[in-house]
């Protein structure tokens, strides 16, 4: 009966490195755990785990509906304008230093809305 036939090696993934053990340049990704990669070589089956450096950068997603919002507080002719500025949560939001920069179309990420603060 045919079928697809995956091996554990093939979940080893580029880039590959020359393998600590063995010296073959097999030696790739097999997983990434919060601060760390797995590495595994597909020929030796040798594993070490690899510290990832510290991150120090914070990353805000704002999705279409938090751009909307501000649009609407900002321009006193959009539909639903006064819902939005009696909620003091929106000019607070507003006025954060990103504010200006997201509607400007600053910093925007493709595919998203994304800002990274130093």
């Not at 979940?11 to 755990?33: D, L």
Request: proline residues 8%; aromatic residues 10%; hydrophobic residues 35%.
């Amino acid at each position: 009966m045919g079928g697809i036939r995956l091996n554990s090696g093939d979940m080893i993934m580029p880039p590959f490195k020359r393998c600590p053990k063995c010296g073959k340049t097999e030696f790739g990704v097999h997983g990434i755990h919060g601060d760390r990669v797995l590495r595994r070589c597909r020929d030796c089956w040798y594993s070490r785990n690899v510290p990832l450096p510290p991150v120090h950068k914070k990353i805000i997603y704002l999705d279409q509906f938090v751009i909307s919002e501000f649009a609407k507080l900002k321009n006193p002719q959009a539909r639903g304008h006064e819902r939005i500025r009696a909620n003091p949560f929106w000019q607070q939001a507003y006025d954060l230093p990103i504010a200006d920069d997201l509607l400007s179309g600053l910093r925007l990420a493709p595919g998203g809305v994304a800002y990274l603060l130093d």
